[in-house]
């Protein structure tokens, strides 16, 4: 017994030395890092004859993403001889850890493409470079405003270039419809009337919907509150005041829709509480076992390449009564240069150089994004097809489901909050109106009220 | 026979002294071998673990910025944060369940197979090669690769039970809380009972083969040599292995996360999925230090016990 | 005898093929996807046998990826991990196991302590130590950083094996005139060789597979092991299985085969060694 409990004191007495200098360390190293950082005079004049470094990170959309993106990358190194651009791919699902890494690492590449979500969550910290000062007036004017307008932030800078636009739209199976005589799913009543007669699983299910917090979160979501909202209503889910509309009867009646198309229609998925959109809900559909899916403006390149036969047709999300105007949404992603760069203005030529009218028309043909710039829009090699057509129409009252300004804590609140919520809903575990009522209170608590 | 776990309780020769620090001194001019060869391990530990650590612990204490940094001293407020939490009893029962069903099940299920493997048979090499698989292959992926094999209409597994007819129906494994809590376990055991089986086939392999003979002499029984002799000669690799095991199964990311994301609504999480949603989800950084830090409190406290049990259990 | 016999393959026919079966099941898949189309991919119900079998996917993922170059990198670390542990773990756990010093067990504790933190976090801090050191891409930081995480496991299983070997049988040798290390080497070494091969095997998989540090600090492609290249195939709005599948077959019945090569010769040799 004795020898045990001097052992435990010698323990404990060698765990708090080893402790109490390790402290001493651990916080002299980032405050070292971070004053470094603070104190360094901005674009610092880079040694005489020698080449700027700068590290441009894209986060992959496909498998083409790194070779489509290193051609640029070598058109601009061979346009000048001033910057030695360098490219690094990043999967998606990776992204966003790799950057938190790298910023807190004091290491950040000097641009990158992230979603706008990201973009709020660094903007909020001051870690991303405002482009108003670098980039000219001329220059911008080529954009969509609302594009622009899309990553300006409360302080009126703008923060960002937007990079992907990639509007929602409803997919559903064209042949079937006409085959049963169905109307487009363009209202609820459609979308019912189809489900009933279309869903027969395993062979067919009838509507596509998930809330497993994969993906772009909580789409499905927005989309039924794109329906009760329409097109000419007020698409925010904040009060201006900045409280949150989770609680109001519109959302509730959102949330319900949801629930209704699995508990009451029992036209859906049954794995809407794991499926994610792209890894199995799309798959579902290119084999040709569901019937109406909304998804984004990739899925036709996609579907091009996954199910070319598969016959196809397009609307926009569906309205709650026949006679609103729909609405669709988009969730952006933005080109930004990170604030820890010591090149601001070369990072500056290399995004003037991505984003001239050559390299983002090829952009939105490899992708099949939605392009931003005016002219690529109108040119008559990139708008060739309904479907392209379809989406372009779209983008011009999309509303951007990020929102300026966005609220800093939209992805904690919504996506780990909300979307729980509404999954547990759907399945049945609580009532649509305790879902939002629940969030409402407590996404007003995370930001202040 | 669990011979460091008896040193680790009481190590005569070191109990003997007050200050650790004095006496390593003294013992450093005395006997000075030891300490030379610990030295590359500490050189490696000093360089690249010790401030990682270090910074963890800080940062359970700290407040911090949306990419992880310590801002402020922020006393125990990640920790009443983290009592406040709505899923953390959760968490912390399903954590509790994950790691000690998937550690038992697989010291269960990988003994037989090393004492079947450690046999001659033709196509022992095979065998072999094939029971490594799992553990060659990059987790992340073969854990996708079975959440494909789980869908109910694009996997595998739906498939194998339709075709022979054990059920018509398309079970979707990964949306039912409980279902999905049993398979995310199931593929914690497969990844884990390459490497317990090969420590099994590493523990057999050391028994010396004579101390087999006298009993066959005697005319012991194949039940009687496997639980008199085998299995005491296998107690003290099955303590190491089990306790690393525990600890490694709390820290246990890359199969949870691909499969379900903690879905449905966090019934598949442990607290190391869970960490990662509160730390790069919801940016709160600190909480995510806090959990690590409570669960590493716990893995002292458990390993200390650990070793004390068996102790007192040797008598 | 007769019994033992008949026991023995009951067991392998009821428990021993189920087993290995189970355990390859997902190597079924893969090699059955690895034979098909993107088409075919995504079919329901699911084909084992593909309709339109391809062997293009074998081609086509050396030129997507520079794999050749991911295989080099995931042996480089797996082989660098294995020569690490080694020459950091086997002097440490002699040292434990044969000696009684002050000091002794909290160092047995405190590697265990280094296993305690999630590595998701504990990368956080990682990361600014090799930013610090300016250590970014390169192979020998990853090898390095994993070792130091796995030295901890491999000491304590070895410290169990030297600590199961009588000290007199190296008292004999230094009788005879070795030194302490050269009993050490010429003894205990040999004698400890199944848990010397379990500690290497340990170390070549860990190194083999070894993810979230190469993520981490590597982004350069041509430097990345095959574990963090493969997530290529995984493009935002879809995984493309069929090239998923059969880089990571190839990944996997590669590791296999070195390690049963490596495997065989290692236990030969050692074998040969103590029965000296």
């Known amino acids: 017994m004795k020898a045990q409990k001097m052992n435990r004191r010698e323990m404990l007495r060698l765990m708090a030395l080893t402790g109490a200098g390790l402290a001493t360390a651990a916080y002299v190293a980032p405050v070292a890092a971070s004053q470094s950082h603070t104190f360094e005079a901005p674009n610092v004049a880079p040694p005489s004859a020698e080449k700027v470094s700068l590290r441009l990170m894209v986060m992959d959309y496909d498998e083409n993403m790194k070779p489509d993106t290193q051609a640029v990358v070598d058109a601009f190194n061979a346009s000048q001889d001033e910057i030695e651009l360098k490219l690094e791919v990043v999967s998606w699902g990776q992204g966003h850890d790799i950057l938190v890494t790298q910023i807190s690492g004091g290491h950040p590449p000097d641009l990158c493409n992230v979603s706008a979500q990201w973009l709020g969550e660094w903007d909020a910290i001051g870690e991303v470079l405002p482009l108003d000062d670098l980039l000219s007036k001329e220059f911008l004017a080529n954009f969509q405003p609302s594009s622009i307008k899309a990553f300006t932030n409360k302080k009126g800078q703008l923060v960002g270039m937007p990079y992907f636009l990639d509007p929602r739209a409803m997919f559903y199976r064209k042949d079937l419809f006409d085959a049963k005589g169905l109307n487009p799913p363009e209202t609820w009543d459609d979308v019912i009337a189809a489900g009933k007669a279309l869903h027969n699983p395993p062979d067919m299910i009838g509507y596509g919907q998930t809330f497993s917090a994969k993906s772009d979160a909580l789409d499905y979501w927005w989309y039924a509150w794109f329906g009760v909202i329409g097109g000419d209503g007020n698409l925010s889910i904040w009060k201006e005041d900045g409280r949150s509309r989770l609680a109001e009867p519109e959302a509730i009646e959102a949330t319900q829709w949801c629930v209704d198309l699995t508990q009451k229609y029992k036209i859906t998925n049954e794995d809407y509480t794991t499926a994610g959109r792209d890894e199995e809900l799309q798959p579902l559909f290119y084999a040709g076992k569901l019937s109406m899916l909304i998804t984004g403006c990739w899925f036709p390149t996609l579907l091009k390449k996954n199910a070319p036969d598969l016959v196809y047709g397009l609307t926009m999300p569906p309205v709650k009564k026949a006679g609103m105007k729909p609405a669709t949404g988009f969730w952006p992603d933005a080109m930004i240069i990170f604030k820890q760069t010591k090149y601001p203005k070369h990072a500056a030529k290399v995004l003037e150089f991505l984003f001239n009218k050559e390299n983002r028309l090829a952009f939105a043909k490899q992708r099949g994004v939605i392009p931003e710039r005016i002219d690529v829009g109108m040119d008559p090699e990139y708008a060739v097809s309904d479907i392209e057509k379809f989406f372009v129409k779209s983008l011009e009252t999309a509303h951007n489901v990020y929102e300026t300004p966005w609220p800093e804590t939209y992805y904690q609140t919504l996506q780990l909050g909300f979307e729980v919520e509404v999954a547990r809903a759907v399945a049945g575990e609580i009532t649509a109106e305790e879902a939002c009522k629940t969030s409402a209170a407590m996404i007003d608590a995370a930001n202040g009220f | 026979m669990t011979a460091i776990a008896e040193e680790i309780v009481s190590d005569p020769a070191l109990s003997a002294r007050g200050n650790i620090w004095r006496s390593i001194a003294r013992e450093l001019k005395e006997n000075h071998f030891p300490y030379l060869l610990l030295i590359p391990s500490i050189l490696c530990f000093i360089a690249l673990v010790i401030y990682p650590l270090a910074s963890t612990i800080i940062g359970a204490f700290s407040k911090t910025d949306t990419v992880g940094r310590a801002v402020e001293f922020g006393a125990l407020l990640n920790f009443r944060e983290l009592v406040r939490d709505r899923y953390i009893l959760n968490i912390t029962i399903q954590t509790a369940i994950f790691v000690f069903g998937s550690v038992a099940l697989t010291v269960v299920l990988s003994l037989p197979l090393a004492l079947i493997l450690n046999q001659r048979f033709p196509g022992a090499a095979l065998a072999r090669a094939l029971l490594l698989m799992p553990w060659a292959a990059p987790l992340a992926i073969s854990a996708m690769t079975w959440r494909w094999i789980f869908h109910d209409q694009l996997g595998a597994l739906n498939y194998v039970l339709n075709t022979l007819n054990i059920t018509q129906a398309r079970i979707a494994w990964l949306s039912d809380p409980v279902l999905a809590f049993i398979c995310v376990i199931f593929v914690e055991v497969w990844s884990s009972i390459p490497f317990m089986t090969i420590m099994f086939l590493a523990g057999l392999q050391s028994i010396p083969p004579h101390i087999y003979d006298a009993a066959k002499m005697d005319g012991a029984n194949a039940w009687h040599e496997f639980w008199d002799m085998t299995l005491p000669q296998l107690k003290r690799i099955t303590t190491i292995v089990t306790l690393l095991s525990i600890i490694w199964a709390f820290r246990s990311f890359n199969v949870i996360w691909p499969m379900t994301q903690g879905n449905p609504f966090f019934r598949t999480d442990n607290s190391v999925t869970y960490l990662y949603k509160l730390a790069f989800r919801s940016l709160s950084f600190g909480e995510g230090y806090a959990l690590a830090f409570a669960t590493f409190v716990f893995l002292l406290i458990f390993s200390v016990v650990y070793t004390r049990v068996l102790r007192s259990e040797e008598g | ?276």
């Open chain 3, 1 to 276: 005898m007769q019994r033992i016999q008949w026991f023995k393959w009951l067991s392998l026919v009821l428990y021993g093929i189920p087993m290995l079966l189970i355990l390859v099941f997902p190597f079924i898949v893969m090699v059955s996807t690895s034979f098909k189309t993107l088409e075919e991919v995504s079919q329901i119900p699911p084909t084992f046998i593909p309709r339109n079998a391809t062997l293009e996917n074998y081609r086509e993922v050396w030129n997507i990826i520079p794999l050749a170059a991911h295989f080099r990198n995931s042996f480089l670390l797996g082989v660098g991990e294995t020569f690490l542990i080694m020459v950091l773990g086997v002097p440490a756990a002699y040292a434990l196991a044969r000696f009684r010093f002050a000091g002794r067990q909290p160092y047995l504790i405190f590697l265990l302590v280094t296993q305690m933190f999630p590595a998701i976090v504990v990368v956080l801090g990682v990361f600014r130590v090799v930013v610090a050191l300016g250590l970014l891409n390169n192979l020998a930081v990853v090898a390095a950083t994993a070792a130091s995480f796995s030295l901890a496991f491999c000491i304590w299983l070895l410290v169990g094996y030297f600590s199961a070997i009588p000290p007199e049988i190296e008292e004999a040798a230094m009788m005879d005139g070795d030194s302490r290390l050269g009993a050490m080497i010429k003894m205990t070494l040999p004698l400890s060789w199944p848990g010397l091969v379990a500690v290497g095997v340990f170390a070549f998989m860990d190194g083999w597979n070894e993810f979230l540090f190469s993520l981490t600090f590597i982004s350069n492609e041509e430097m990345m092991p095959l574990t963090v290249g493969l997530f290529r195939f995984i493009s935002r709005f879809q995984i493309q299985w069929h090239h998923l599948m059969t880089g990571s077959l190839l990944a996997t019945v590669v590791a296999v085969a070195l390690f049963m090569t490596v495997q065989d010769k290692l236990t030969r040799g050692m074998l040969a060694i103590s029965e000296k």
